[in-house]
Every structure is written in C-alpha cells, then in structure tokens.
C-alpha cells in the first residue's frame, strides 16, 4: 500500500485538511497570556470577550436569583422582628386578661356583692326562698 496524501479529483483543496494531515502542531494566534490578566480586569476588556458575552444571560439570570434571595432574605427579616412584636403584645395582653379576670371573680363573690348592696340599702334575704309547684295538668301552654 501506497502511504502517500492523495486528493480526489473533483473535490477542491482545503487549507485546513492539510494542515491536520499534517502532524505539525501550529501555535494559536491571538491569545496573549491569561484570560483574566489584572490589566484587563481593570480596563474591563473582560466583558467585550467571546466567551463572557456567551454566557451572558446565565450570568444574568444568576444576578436575579441573588438578588430575589437578599430581598428574601430582608423580607423574612422583617417578618420575625413584627412576629416578636405582636407575640410580646399577645403576652402583655394575656397578662392583662388574667388580672382583670381575677378582679371579676373576685367582685363577684357572694360576700362582695352583700358588702357592696348594703351601701345602697338593699339587704340579704335571711330567709330562704321558697319552691313553687305547679301541676302540669293545669296548665295550658298556647
């Protein structure tokens, strides 16, 4: 078998196919040194780059997800130091009911009511009260 390059006869010839046949490895030209280089950090050359502009709208879309989670995270903030609030007045508030209810059970003891009625004049009846029957037969219910 003949090794030799051989090139069919209705097909043009191709720079590129004959440099890959080749074996001959070319440097690549155009590349100067690091991607990110702190020169073009600061000239901000970066971001006129091929594959920067490429990955553009995920960069993007990554800028909105970070920015959805600080706003989150400002919003839950703000929801705990209102949920201790109102949890701090629910306290102050059940404090309040427990001590205005021991007073009304106070005041309506038996004993309180009598001391309280006699400074009007109305006195405790010593007698007790007495039962009324009443037959169902006699009475009619319209």
Request: proline residues 6%; positive net charge.
């Amino acid at each position: 078998m003949n090794k030799e390059f051989t090139i069919p006869k209705n097909e043009p010839i191709q720079p590129s196919a004959v440099e890959s046949n080749s074996g001959a490895s070319s440097p690549k030209k155009g590349k100067k040194g690091f991607f990110f280089s702190p020169a073009k950090i600061l000239k901000g050359e970066f971001l006129a780059d091929e594959k920067v502009i490429k990955h553009l709208p995920f960069v993007i879309f990554l800028t909105g997800i970070a920015m959805v989670y600080i706003a989150n995270a400002y919003y839950v903030e703000r929801k705990v130091v209102k949920i201790q609030a109102l949890n701090k007045r629910v306290k102050d508030l059940h404090t309040n009911y427990v001590s205005i209810k021991a007073e009304l059970m106070y005041s309506m003891k038996q004993t309180e009511i009598a001391t309280k009625l006699a400074e009007t004049g109305l006195k405790e009846s010593v007698t007790p009260p007495k039962v009324i029957r009443i037959n169902e037969k006699e009475t009619l219910i319209y």
